[in-house]
């Protein structure tokens, strides 16, 4: 018998406020795409004040938190789950180091982003925060299904 197939590999990935203002929902999903790697669930919403904060839970005691959850509050997000082989790790690779003046050129913020507070995009830096945005952002009927979906299940 053929054994159960693991679960690829998944992250989150966010595009914030600042990256959708600024037109680059297109080249940032391509630069993952191209890579390799495969959508699996994608929407777009504006975050509430107290979602951000749940989201960015880890850094409450920091002092630029509440300024960074009113941020990325602000506007529309792109929330996405991304599949495959390495994702967690590599897509952090794709988004370059937290403070754009220190990410490579090649990165998406060492390439389109300037300072820190607005460094246009989000991925998860582990398995384990992959797996708990993942559930904090999608339900799981919102990622790709194995099968193709019947019209009731949709509605
Ligand atoms: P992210 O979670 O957004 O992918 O960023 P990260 O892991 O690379 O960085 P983290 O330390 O988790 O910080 C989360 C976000 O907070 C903002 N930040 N502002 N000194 C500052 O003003 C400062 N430091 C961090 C950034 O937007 C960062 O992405």
């Not at 960074?68 to 509050?73: D, G, I, T, V, Y």
Request: glycine content about 10%; charged content about 25%; aromatic content about 8%.
């Amino acid at each position: 018998q053929e054994a159960h197939a693991a679960q690829m590999e998944r992250t989150f990935i966010a595009i914030k406020p600042d990256g959708v203002q600024r037109g680059l929902i297109a080249e940032i999903i391509s630069r993952f795409e191209r890579k390799g790697f495969k959508l699996v669930a994608i929407k777009i919403l504006v975050p509430s004040k107290e979602f951000a904060q749940k989201h960015y839970h880890d850094l409450k005691d920091r002092p630029f938190f509440n300024g960074l959850c009113a941020f990325l509050s602000s506007g529309p997000v792109v929330a996405m789950v991304w599949e495959g082989e390495g994702v967690i790790k590599y897509g952090r690779k794709l988004i370059g180091a937290t403070d754009p003046q220190k990410s490579e050129p090649g990165t998406i913020r060492g390439d389109l982003a300037v300072v820190v507070g607005r460094n246009i995009i989000h991925g998860s830096d582990g398995p384990e925060t992959a797996e708990d945005e993942i559930n904090l952002w999608f339900k799981p009927q919102e990622l790709m299904a194995a099968k193709p979906l019947t019209s009731e299940a949709i509605a």
